[in-house]
């Protein structure tokens, strides 16, 4: 497949790897304790390589707004340096979203004309040409403005790509205009319903016959045209009284009643959002100012009505939304209104001075941007929090602050590519010992050459029950029960003895071993006949 070369490409495709895990430090928690929602304030690329060992392949939906490089971005502007710089911005920070989606994910950029088409080449590199959804086109002004070629751009982009095949659009709910088009003129005992033309205009011999109104006329279709339903078909429309001849029977062509009973749940999604559908940059604006008092405390909102339109297609209630370019907030806020779960991150001051304050607002139920749409009247709650020091240091000490479930995470993560829940049962966890789990490597989409992932087909005979790859133990913080500074974190005879006991009473006891230890004093001999492999921390997981 065709790849994006430009200044500094080498690097920006190692960076992600080369980015250390870092701890995430709470800072102050808002509203519902219990609530699973996350503002962080930090480089959005650490943060989201922070992520990973929780959050990879579960987040539903990721919707961002990132800079659209318009002389703004960096401080001196050259134009083949800045293009460049803004490549390799955002191609290790699209890796890692990435890795974060689920299989049934989503990823909506909003972007203009400057780097567009750019960011489409490079996103379609990093999630296969295959994998491309639509480039929806957002009419982002309501009023045209002056400009220096003769043509007022009016529209912004929305990049929609999705992590495997495995993603299916909701459709969007029918409006009330939609909804008034279905109405009851002869009180069918079935309901509203649509009047639908019964010719096409294309001639089909098959389909040219006479018809019988109520009134005794004989109908035939207009000349070059046919009916849109075969003889038989029609017979049975007639017999089920679904065809409609108009109030008095006597109407020159026949119609086709299509019920809302019977229809789909909404209608299917277009690739043009007018402003009146999702908003303006105009009223972004009144919406922010409505908040901060009256005060531009953003140059580059985005409606809520956009993120809102986003997230009834990509995501459903509890799911989790994420926004690495968080802005003024946004995303985050219509995600809570809506239900959802979210993480935002954004770096610097303005995630204390605008994002917080903003969110809090949600929380205590503030009625702008969709809250009266969505019926909002307040409530949930989020975590503060602030990126941490590396999980391990520059001499490769662990950080003090480590916990067992949170390098048991970490440790998960790069073994399987998956989050890790702590003490899950469904993997096969042992809570309260170093098995973290079974990993089996179950895929809901099969590989292709290219990176590209495609949907099983569904004449495949069924696969066998997969075989184990490995056994995760994880020897950290004395999890065997001794409290000694380095108790039970080597592995010995003993140690190993220990594990292969707990493992003989696994979920999978043939399945190979992986440990991770600061230290083995077992000869590689023995290690291969327990079928054992083993990882030293932190050297073996000091970045992905």
Sequence with gaps: ????????????????RRVPYRMLDPVEQVGDPAAQNWLIQGDNLDALKALLPFYAGRVKCVFIDPPYNTKSAFEHYDDNLEHSQWLSMMYPR????RTLLSEHGTLWATIDDNEGHYLKVIADELFGRGNFVANIVWQSKDTPGNNSTGIAQTHNHVLVMRKSSAFQFALMPRNEAQLANYTNPDDDPRGDWLAAPLTRAEHRDRDVYPLSNPVGKSVLPPK???????????????????????????AEFPMEKKFLSEAKDGVVNKTWWPYEFAGSTRNASAE?????????????P??????????????????????SF?????????????????????MGEHARTHCLPRLLKVVEGEAGGISRAVGWAGGG??????????????????????????????????????AHTPGDPACGARPGTPLLGIHYGLDSCQRLPDRR??????????????????????LFNGILGDKRPAGGNVLTREVLSALLALHAGSAAPQAPLVVYGEACRVGPVRLAQAGVTFRHIPHDIRAG
């Design 1 to 16: 497949m065709p790849q994006l070369t430009w200044l500094g490409d080498a690097d920006a495709k190692r960076a992600a």
């Design 94 to 97: 699209l890796e890692l979203l």
């Design 224 to 250: 070059g045209s046919s009916w849109r339903r075969p003889p038989e078909k029609m017979r049975w429309l007639i017999a089920d009284n679904r065809v409609w001849w108009g109030r008095r029977g006597d």
């Design 288 to 300: 922010i100012k409505a908040l901060f008092g009256g005060q531009k405390a953003f140059d580059t």
């Design 302 to 323: 985005k409606p809520e009505k956009i993120v809102q339109r986003a997230l009834e297609i990509a995501s459903n209630v509890d799911d989790i939304v994420l926004d």
């Design 326 to 346: 968080l802005g003024s907030g946004t995303t985050a806020a219509v995600a809570h209104k809506m239900g959802r779960r979210w993480i935002g991150i954004e």
């Design 381 to 418: 709650g989020f975590r503060f929090a602030q990126l941490g020091a590396p999980v391990f240091d520059a001499a490769g000490h662990i950080h003090p602050e480590m916990r067992f479930d949170t390098l048991a995470a970490f440790v998960w993560q790069q073994e399987t590519g998956h």
């Design 453 to 474: 992932e495609g949907q099983i087909s569904p004449e495949a005979p069924p696969a066998a029950a997969p075989a184990p790859r490995a056994a995760i133990y994880l």
